[in-house]
T-cell receptor, first 113, second 112 residues
Framework: EAGVVQSPRYKIIEKKQPVAFWCNPI?????LYWYLQNLGQGPELLIR????????DSQLPKDRFSAERLKGVDSTLKIQPAELGDSAVYLC???????????FGPGTRLLVL | DAKTTQPPSMDCAEGRAANLPCNHS???????VYWYRQIHSQGPQYIIH???NNETNEMASLIITEDRKSSTLILPHATLRDTAVYYC?????????????FGRGTSLIVHP
């Protein structure tokens, strides 16, 4: 069974540029999560989707971050414009339901110069 | 969800058991204890979870105290590949809205 797929694995951009991350969850998993992980810290939840509905986005900085999961399968997280402080690892996870075990992708490592 | 406390780092000799403690003194009756680990440059990997009974799978054993205020993850025969950051979190397992809190975890170093 394929795991959670994320792309790209690494991204280097200049500040003020836009950037997008893509996630394909495990087949059949209705719940999708985006996390932010800073160096030396644990993952912090940004947004959670149940199918195509964002049910928990209180931690998402909405002035520059946006996310979508149009068909309830894969998802895109966007930052526009990126700032130096956005340099981090962006993790995607999925689960069969909101209360089920989460499975994580490898993450996208973003460096903003 | 209840918060957890873990030691920032531990080390263990290869082949010996690694016992990683976690304190969750404010855990509620419907909250499960979950353990994940994160190897360098990878996403967190699910290890095991439990409610109040001890659990064992092919990766590890989870011992939860009777009052459920603490737990221990046991890697029975640690290998060098078990070097990772181990996260203990507590969360409601079914439904509801929650924000899982990973904290900084325990950095386990397995040495030869």
């Amino acid at each position: 069974e394929a795991g959670v797929v994320q792309s790209p694995r690494y991204k280097i951009i200049e500040k003020k540029q836009p950037v997008a991350f893509w996630c394909n969850p495990i087949s059949g998993h209705n719940t999708l999560y985006w996390y932010l992980q800073n160096l030396g810290q644990g993952p912090e939840l940004l947004i959670r989707y149940e199918n195509e509905e964002a049910v928990d986005d209180s931690q998402l900085p909405k002035d520059r971050f946006s996310a979508e999961r149009l068909k309830g399968v894969d998802s895109t997280l966007k930052i526009q414009p990126a700032e130096l402080g956005d340099s981090a690892v962006y993790l995607c996870a999925s689960s069969q339901g909101g209360g089920e075990t989460q499975y994580f992708g490898p993450g996208t490592r973003l460096l903003v110069l | 969800d209840a918060k957890t406390t873990q030691p920032p780092s531990m080390d263990c000799a290869e082949g010996r058991a690694a016992n990683l403690p976690c304190n969750h003194s404010t855990i509620s009756g419907n909250e499960y204890v979950y353990w994940y680990r994160q190897i360098h440059s990878q996403g967190p990997q699910y290890i095991i979870h439990g409610l109040k009974n001890n659990e064992t799978n092919e990766m590890a054993s989870l011992i939860i105290t009777e009052d459920r205020k603490s737990s221990t993850l046991i890697l029975p025969h640690a290998t060098l590949r078990d070097t990772a950051v181990y996260y203990c979190i507590v969360r409601v397992a079914a439904g509801g809205s929650y924000i899982p809190t990973f904290g900084r975890g325990t950095s386990l170093i397995v040495h030869p």
